[in-house]
């Protein structure tokens, strides 16, 4: 039997008992309130034979006095009489149920029309002038003026109700005394049922629950289990769970040691490797550092000749300024001055700079897995437009236009390493337009189905309209020393291999759409806010 059958029962079993009772104290409350409202009954028929009898006795006074007074008008009240009629009625209808109270209720509406009939009788005596008639029928003991029939009939009419109400008032008094009762059974029955049921209960699983509960802590230490439980509850389930774990442990722990030898030695082989792979970087970055060093000093010796190219402008536009020539000549020296040549020493220092700056970069990526990014919050339009600063020169050569969305958001990522991608890739647009049609590249905010579909990423576009990319070489745009357009311009073809590499690094990721004839799309995902680690 199921544990849920079991705990369904042990519900069951108090509920049925407990639905029982409530059955019984519904009845008893029942009976309690039909009691109630037959003692109310009594006193409401006792309260309505009252009202019959005064109107009797103050019309019989009345009489009385109207006759002692020789005065005949007050005798006849057909209003009276009528209310009476009606009050007489409403008291048969209360006692409709009760052949015996029904019976004297008729008994006291002959008594009344009996003395109506006497009363009529008087009036016309009085009206004929005999009232000394009526008064010797007053003074006489017996007759219908006295009374005495309505009285008796009425009186026992009101002792028989008084009766059944005292009977019926201690129905109501026992009725609640049973409804007490029940509910105090009601109350300790369930109790009592409830614990019973329960210990039932728990003495039939508890020596199972225990055996489950130690197999589960030999199991956790590792030792061997105690044999299975019996039955095909859920407890007996579980402990067949436990010992298929604990053989499915074994056999895992067998192979572990298995693994574990093969592991240590993969590992000897991979630390030889290793170190094999370090003496090799090591070398790889001594090379870099020369390279580097090498080339760093032209650049700074570039700096510093444009610096005093640009000193050498400014006393040259002064000695125009004082030569005896034309006003138009000294304008024509002037503009060549001021604004072509400076101009060409700022496209020169920007593009130093930017060399610089990539060399520095190069510098950190030859550090393998040593290289640690340094995120910040980075604002790629000012990114764009150093870049489009730095490449002026070669967009202008190409006739190109560059554009910057307005707005883009920001990215977290390595100020160098990020600005060297998006380098690359304004770079990589540039150098392979089609001589064929004016170029137009634009970098921007990818929405929608273009954008990256993981959370917490933000996804950026370089697009061009330049020669587009096979779609036989699409796998191959992120693999190292790969080359398309070969002759379009010079290179080693390491760029966009680098590109992914830190990308990557960054936790983001880069992937490319293109139409040969058409142009190229490459779509670049990075962090929008700062990573756990870079």
Same mark, same amino acid.
């Given at each position: ?72 008008? #007050? ?71 006295? $009374? ?33 009762? $029940? ?22 699983? !508890? ?11 030999? $199991? ?105 020539? #034309? ?81 883009? #958001? ?28 004016? !170029?137009?590249?634009?970098? !921007? ?11 917490? $990423? ?11 990319? #096979? ?64």
């Amino acid at each position: 039997m199921k544990l849920l059958t079991k705990g369904l029962l042990i519900v069951a079993i108090p509920s049925l008992f407990e639905v029982l009772l409530l059955a019984s104290l519904f009845k008893s409350q029942a009976d309690a309130a039909e009691a109630e409202r037959w003692a109310a009954h009594s006193a409401q028929v006792i309260n309505q034979a009252a009202e019959v009898r005064e109107p009797m006795l103050v019309e019989s006074a009345r009489i009385r006095n109207a006759i002692l007074l020789d005065q005949s008008e #007050p005798i006849g009240r057909p209003e009276m009489w009528a209310d009476l009629e009606i009050k007489v009625g409403e008291l048969a209808r209360l006692v409709s149920d009760n052949p015996s109270q029904s019976a004297l209720v008729r008994e006291i509406h002959a008594a009344i029309g009996q003395y109506r009939s006497w009363a009529d009788s008087a009036r016309a005596l009085m009206q004929r002038g005999q009232r000394d008639d009526l008064v010797r029928q007053l003074r006489d003991e017996q007759g219908p003026h006295r $009374l005495t029939s309505f009285l008796n009939r009425l009186n026992s009419f009101i002792a028989e109700e008084r009766h059944l109400g005292v009977l019926r008032n201690e129905a109501v008094q026992a009725a609640r005394t049973s409804q007490t009762w $029940l509910l105090i059974a009601a109350v300790l029955g369930s109790i009592v049922t409830a614990g019973l049921a329960s210990l039932a209960f728990t003495r039939s699983i !508890g020596r199972r629950i225990a055996i489950l509960t130690d197999n589960a802590q030999r $199991l956790a230490d590792g030792q061997v289990l105690a044999a299975r439980v019996g039955g095909d509850d859920e407890i007996c389930q579980l402990d067949n769970a436990l010992h298929r774990s604990s053989e499915r442990l074994n056999e895992a722990s067998r192979l572990a040691l298995i693994y574990r030898a093969e592991l240590e030695h993969r590992a000897a082989e991979l630390a030889e490797v290793n170190t094999d792979l370090r003496q090799q970087t090591q070398d790889n970055e001594m090379f870099i550092y020369s390279v580097s060093h090498d080339l760093r000093s032209p650049l700074v010796n570039l700096q510093g000749f444009s610096k005093e190219i640009t000193h050498a402008t400014r006393d040259l536009v002064g000695e125009v300024e004082r030569l005896d020539v #034309p006003e138009a000549d000294k304008s024509r020296l002037r503009t060549l001055v001021q604004d072509d040549i400076d101009t060409s020493l700022r496209f020169i220092q920007n593009a130093v700079t930017r060399s610089a700056g990539i060399i520095d970069a190069m510098l950190r990526l030859s550090r393998v897995g040593r290289v640690e990014f340094q995120p910040v919050l980075l604002d790629i339009n000012a990114i764009g437009q150093r870049i489009i600063a730095a490449m002026s020169g070669s967009i202008r050569a190409k006739g190109a236009v560059v554009e910057i969305e307005p707005g883009l #958001p920001a990215a977290w990522g390595d100020p160098t390493a990020i600005e060297q991608v998006f380098g690359n890739l304004v770079g990589n647009a540039v150098n392979y337009l089609d001589p064929a049609r004016p !170029g137009q590249i634009t970098l !921007g905010l990818a929405k929608g189905e273009q954008a990256a579909a993981e959370p917490g $990423l933000v996804t950026f576009f370089v697009r061009d309209n330049g020669l587009g990319i #096979p779609a036989a070489y699409m796998g191959k745009m992120f693999i190292a020393f790969q080359r398309l357009h070969g002759n379009a311009a010079p290179g080693e073809g390491i760029g966009l291999a680098l590109v992914k590499r830190v990308v990557e690094r960054h936790g983001g990721r880069i992937w490319v759409e293109s139409v040969q004839g058409q142009g190229s799309c490459f779509f670049l995902a990075l962090q929008a806010q700062a990573p756990a680690s870079s």
